[in-house]
């Protein structure tokens, strides 16, 4: 069974940090592309960021480039986003993914609120 499960949401303040973390297991995804997506209440969920398992390839939504970093392991199951200078525009539920042609998984989100 395909499982992505996400954890290291919670509420921060205005400025501060949060790590999120997903661990993906139940097939090999060696060969898939990684990434965090979130939705904001009454938005629809966007892209955040992307990886592949070696870590040369990485992007970025504009909105977090240089506070933001995604990150892998060399067990290639855990995917990481290290989220610094929060805003509150961050507030969101934060989802991990998993994609690779028509194969896309998906966890169930861990929240992330950021307080002004």
């Known amino acids: 069974q395909v499982q992505l499960v996400e954890s290291g949401g919670g509420l921060v303040q205005a400025g501060g940090s949060l790590r999120l973390s997903c661990s993906a297991s139940?097939?090999?995804?060696?060969?898939?592309?990684m990434g965090w997506f979130r939705q904001a209440p009454g938005k629809e969920r966007e892209f955040v960021a992307t990886?592949?398992?070696?870590?040369?390839?990485?992007s970025y939504t504009d909105s977090v480039k240089g506070r933001f970093a995604i990150s892998t392991d060399n067990t290639k199951t855990k995917v990481y986003l290290q989220m610094n200078s929060l805003k509150p525009e961050d507030t969101a539920l934060y989802y991990c993914?998993?994609?690779?042609?028509?194969?896309?998984?998906w966890g169930q989100g861990t929240q992330v609120t950021v307080s002004s």
């Open positions: 139940g097939r090999d995804f060696s060969g898939y592309s």
């Open positions: 993914n998993a994609r690779w042609g028509f194969s896309n998984y």
């Open positions: 990886i592949n398992w070696s870590g040369s390839s990485t």
